[in-house]
């Protein structure tokens, strides 16, 4: 059985309480727990993106990682917490070290392209780090793409491959349309069920702007809410919206801890967003060799789909770009709603938000929430005292050295996950 496993007595997987795995942020807290704080005895520090990867690559060589492989995934982490999506940042070393320990984990496995057929790709990722393997991808796909017009490549044996919209991006930084979706273990109820059926299954795509612009990035997960920001609503005692998740029996619920106590997250957009993490469980699933999540005989990883489409194959790509950036900019420009606020930002065009809180982040530094830095710290390899962050403090540090409030920082949850 796979690793973060479990099956009730009726052969199902009971999901209410599973293992930690990869996939889901272990914490020593229970779920009605408080969120760790300032009260942990750690200063929050801005850190520096390159510095961050030192951190990550150092745990990663510790838990038995060759230099080169553990600074890719190192680089893969810290691109996560760099534009916002701290929940597939650096955080994600604890679950990572604790697969590697338990045997999920290969540190030291290189992925391999395991079968090459006209347009398409096989890679195997030898159940090594899921990111190694997904870069194998890019290259593949963008090299059978430049030959073919399309490359088409499926991702297999390779644990988790983080944020998938990285992999979309290189894409689109290569005059390529990107698109990627993958299956995972299943926290999601089907559209009018209670029961926990699918992952959360993320879907990304991604095309070219002009004018020096960050690409066009849609990436996101297919349930309504991401789990790490249901722990951040547990974590202040707060409640989220309506449609987000239903308890065990299978109401409506607002309260997030009744996730965790054997409920479950619901599709975003009702049948639409259902449909399309049914088709990826099935595409991905099936296609990749993992299996569909919620069936015996899934291997418990990401099964993956990565597809390049080379723009010049169809249409100059310098016109693609201009009327896309075009596109992009009227979409900017769009009057904001009266009822729906846009935010201080305005209309964004989606990967615009990333991008700028990229920028941002690789000017002031990464400030990482107390519990994340105490975790680092547990870890081999980690900053040297345990809960204390001890790397170089980014030049442009925060004087008062306050914790950026979760509204700076929304992702970043440090709240409870999955419970063991
Ligand atoms: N590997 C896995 O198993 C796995 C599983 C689930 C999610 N993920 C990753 O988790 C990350 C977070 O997923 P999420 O569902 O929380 O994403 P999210 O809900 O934050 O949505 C992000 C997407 O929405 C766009 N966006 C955000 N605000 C916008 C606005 N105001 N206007 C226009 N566009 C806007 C972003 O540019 C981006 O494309 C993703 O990178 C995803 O790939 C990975």
Known sequence: MAHGEDRDQTGDRA????????????TSRAPDQPAAGADDGVTPVAVAADELVEIAARILVTAGSPEPAARAVAVSLVESDLVGHDSHGVRRLVPYVDAVRGGMIDPSADPVVRRRHRAT??????????????????????DLAREYGVGVVTIGNCNHIGRLGEYVQTLAETDAVGLAFCNIDPTVAPYGGRERRLGTNPLAWSAPRADGRPPVVVDFATSAIAEGKLALSLARQERVGTGLLVDAEGRDSTDPADFYTGGALLPFGQHKGYGLSVMIEIVGGLLSGAGVSSLPGYDNTNGTVLIAIDIETFVPVSGFRSRSEEFCRLLGDTAPAVD????PDGVLVPGEKEARTRAARISEGI?????????????????ELPGVPVPVPHPRNRADGAAPSPEENPDDTGGPRAPA
Request: without cysteine; hydrophobic residues 35%; positive net charge.
């Open 15 to 26: 999901t209410a309480h599973r293992s930690p795995s990869w996939s889901t942020v272990p």
């Open 121 to 142: 790709a096989v890679v195997d990722g030898r159940r090594g780090f899921g990111q190694l393997a997904a870069r194998l991808a890019v290259t593949e796909a963008r």
């Open 340 to 343: 729906t606020d846009p935010g």
């Open 367 to 383: 400030t990482l929430a107390p519990s994340t830095w105490r975790e680092l710290a547990e870890l081999p390899g980690g900053p």
